[in-house]
Structure formats: C-alpha cells, structure tokens
C-alpha cells in the first residue's frame, strides 16, 4: 500500500507564483525604463566632472531654457516632477538623480527643483555637466 502511494503522488511544480512575479518585475521595468534616459535638447554648462559619477543609471530630471521641467522626456511641472520620482523611491531607496540644467536656463528653476528634492528626503542628487574640452 506504501508503494502505491508514492507511485501516485504528484511531482509537478506549480509555475504560478513564478509568473506572478515575472509579471510585476516586467510592469515595473517597463515603468521605469523610459524615465532613466533623457532625449531632451539641452546645451549643458562646461566644468569638470559632476558632483556624483556612475549617473548611467541616475533618474534624469531636465530643465531647459524656457525653464520647463521634465522627467525623462515627459514634460512635468515642479511638483509632478517629485511626485514621480518620490514614487520611484519606493523600489529603489538608494536612487540616485541627476539634474540636466540648460546653460541658459534660469538658476532659480534649476535649484527649486534641487531643493524640492532635498526637501522630500533624496541625499543623491547632482547637477550633469559637460566635460571641458
């Protein structure tokens, strides 16, 4: 009788949390994946390095010269900028920001979103520039 019932014991896997899991991973990459490169037009001022390195991978919040604010390429104002990036927090607490300011923008909008984030807890936030040549 012992035997009979190892012989019918099932042996299978279940792939259901598995998948469930891959699937939130997938959601959240997908999420995130486009806000982690900027493609806007911006003319970046000229100094040495920035003041954080490894920023391949930092959030990019850009502010260009008509003092408009984006997130990745999607355009924000001020507060959605740091609600988006708060949001981002939560799956990854040691996130790093770098904020692309045009040459030409308005010193004041570049810092109000450094200080809004200084003010929402990031201690990893730089200021991207362009290598003197």
Known sequence: MLRRRL??????????????IMTVLLAVFMVTT???????????????????????????????SAGRYFVGETQVSLDNA???????RGENPQLTI???GDK??????VMAVMGKLK??????VG???????
């Open 7 to 20: 012989r019918n014991s099932d042996a299978s896997i279940s792939l259901t949390p598995m998948i469930d």
């Open 34 to 64: 486009p806000m982690l490169t900027t493609g806007i037009d911006l003319d970046l001022p000229r100094a040495g390095h920035s003041a954080l390195s490894g920023n391949d991978h930092a959030i990019q919040i850009s502010v260009d």
């Open 82 to 88: 740091v609600k988006r990036v708060i949001a981002m």
């Open 98 to 100: 770098m904020i692309n």
């Open 104 to 109: 030409s923008a308005d010193y004041g909008a």
């Open 119 to 124: 003010d929402a807890g990031f201690q990893r």
């Open 127 to 133: 200021l991207r520039t362009q290598l003197e040549n």
